[in-house]
């Protein structure tokens, strides 16, 4: 890294608007999944340690919510202003943590940023009901409140965006926010901590946690302070935090895993399918709970699809963030290999062949998984039913719309799909049926703030993004004003 602010590597955790080691003078190892190298320390805070966090940011709830709207929104830009203006520090450092290249890096802080701009302006459209009464002497108001102390776990996988998503909306509405980011990249919410100590948050508005998953995992679903709980994650995960945070009945929005089905119709332009096809699947390695999982490829234009994608896939160079530019950066760890490996494994002997890639780049080393397609990919397989995490197309004929629809809903997952077709009725037919929250339609890049994002079924609850994505952080209160006429 060469870091025009070396300030924005922090290596203590922000509590109360103080940057604090653990007590304990514990910490955890923080490495560059590309090289292995050991990039900081950061505290390995206990659970006593989050709780004190969790009374600090109630009492800045308290004062936080007062503030109009207009002076929220003004913090909020100021962040979002902070954040552009170190937009390449921020990057070089989630890189490093993460492993993406830097193009990838920026993009996802402009992402991000562009969710901090978004929810500063709907700090402003928080708009109360009044509603008709039954009784002449009566009126019924509706009014929207910040619901109190809000608190995040968040993934490896978009170190930066994954917060900003949340805390945006979280401080719009009025709560204060504790995040505990994954263990494996930390250096990029204490960098945005750093520019919200810039922007003048007060202080305890924005928390980061840092430490084991499991201890702060459980003070922050059960404490009885913190009213809004927010993961993304694995389902596994998922379902055992939820299960947490039923003890006090804590509001949760939770974006879990998926198996998206990428659709290409006889009738599609080839072209943009390919295009889309790159996007989705190796967005980021294929570390992207939004990655296509599963293609399905109409069996008249199989064969030149498969070719297609095969040299444009052979096309994305591997390599370093910090080295050249490469399209494709190492996977998180050896564990997420080891995931992929299997899976190609299981799909190898049970009659898929490999078209390209499927291999570990001998000269980059252990964590560097290539641009792999694998054709003749059916059910039986493990790929077809578990989340790949890596940059593998798997793809499957299919002859009938009926058929595919339902291949495509065939799965416990419902976060994205997409599909790409020229024919207004079946695109109209096939986005109605299909059971996601998130439908691509010729195109395979589907985020944005503007947008609620979220899944169905085994996905999560919830919806992250656009005006929907503030009122998991608000509590509507109904007030009947009674004798107004006595
Ligand atoms: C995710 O992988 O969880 C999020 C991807 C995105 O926001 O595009």
């Not at 998180?332 to 299997?342: F, G, L, M, P």
Request: proline share 5%; charged share 20%.
């Amino acid at each position: 890294m060469n870091l025009q602010h070396p300030n924005l590597l922090r290596q203590q955790a922000y509590l109360n608007g103080q940057w604090v080691s653990a007590k304990s003078q514990q910490t955890l190892a923080v490495t560059n999944p590309a090289t292995g190298e050991t990039l900081a320390h950061v505290p390995n805070l206990s659970a006593e340690e989050a709780q004190q966090a969790v009374h600090e940011a109630h009492q800045a709830q308290h004062h936080w919510a007062k503030l109009s709207a207009q002076t929220r929104c003004d913090h909020l830009l100021n962040w979002y202003n902070l954040i552009l203006k170190h937009k390449d520090d921020l990057a070089q450092i989630l890189s490093a943590e993460q492993g993406k290249p830097l193009k990838e890096s920026q993009s996802e802080i402009e992402y991000g940023a562009n969710y901090i701009r978004f929810y500063a302006e709907q700090a402003k459209r928080i708009y109360g009901e009044t509603l008709p009464a039954a009784n002449s002497d009566q009126r019924i108001l509706v009014i929207k409140q910040p619901i109190g102390v809000a608190a995040a776990i968040t993934p490896w996988n978009f170190p930066n965006a994954m917060i900003a998503r949340k805390v945006a909306p979280a401080l719009a509405a009025g709560c204060s926010f504790i995040v505990r980011p994954a263990s494996q990249t930390p250096l990029s919410a204490l960098a945005l901590a750093y520019l919200s100590e810039q922007a003048q948050f007060p202080k305890g508005l924005f928390n980061v946690l840092t430490g084991e998953s499991q201890p702060l995992g459980e003070v922050l679903t059960q404490h009885p302070l913190i009213r809004k709980f927010s993961f993304t994650g694995s389902t596994s995960v998922g379902q055992k935090l939820y299960a947490q945070a039923s003890k006090n009945i804590t509001k949760v929005s939770l974006e879990l895993g998926g198996n998206a089905p990428f659709i290409v119709f006889a009738d599609a332009d080839l072209d943009s399918a390919i295009e889309g096809a790159i996007a989705a699947k190796y967005r980021n390695s294929g570390q992207t709970c939004v990655c296509a999982n599963r293609f399905y490829v109409h069996s008249s234009i199989y064969d030149a699809f498969i070719e297609r994608l095969t040299k444009a896939s052979e096309k994305l160079r591997l390599g370093n963030a910090f080295t050249g530019s490469p399209d494709l950066g190492p996977l998180i760890d050896s564990k997420a290999v080891e995931h992929a490996n299997a899976l190609l494994k299981d799909a190898l002997t049970k009659g898929a062949s490999l078209t390209t890639g499927g291999k570990i780049d001998p000269e980059l080393g252990g964590t560097y998984f290539q641009a792999t397609v694998l054709k003749d990919a059916n059910h039986n397989m493990d790929l077809a039913h578990e989340e790949l995490f890596a940059p593998i197309a798997a793809i499957y004929p299919f002859d009938e719309e009926e058929e595919v629809i339902r291949y495509a809903n065939d799965t416990p997952y419902g976060l994205s799909a997409y599909f790409y077709s020229r024919d207004i009725g079946r695109i109209t037919r096939v986005y109605e049926q299909l059971q996601y929250g998130i439908v691509g339609v010729n195109t395979g890049l589907i985020s944005n703030p503007e947008a609620p994002f979220g899944g169905v079924k085994q996905s999560g609850i919830g919806r992250e993004g656009s005006h929907h994505g503030i009122e998991d952080y608000l509590e509507l209160k109904y007030i009947l004003l009674a004798g107004i006429n006595a």
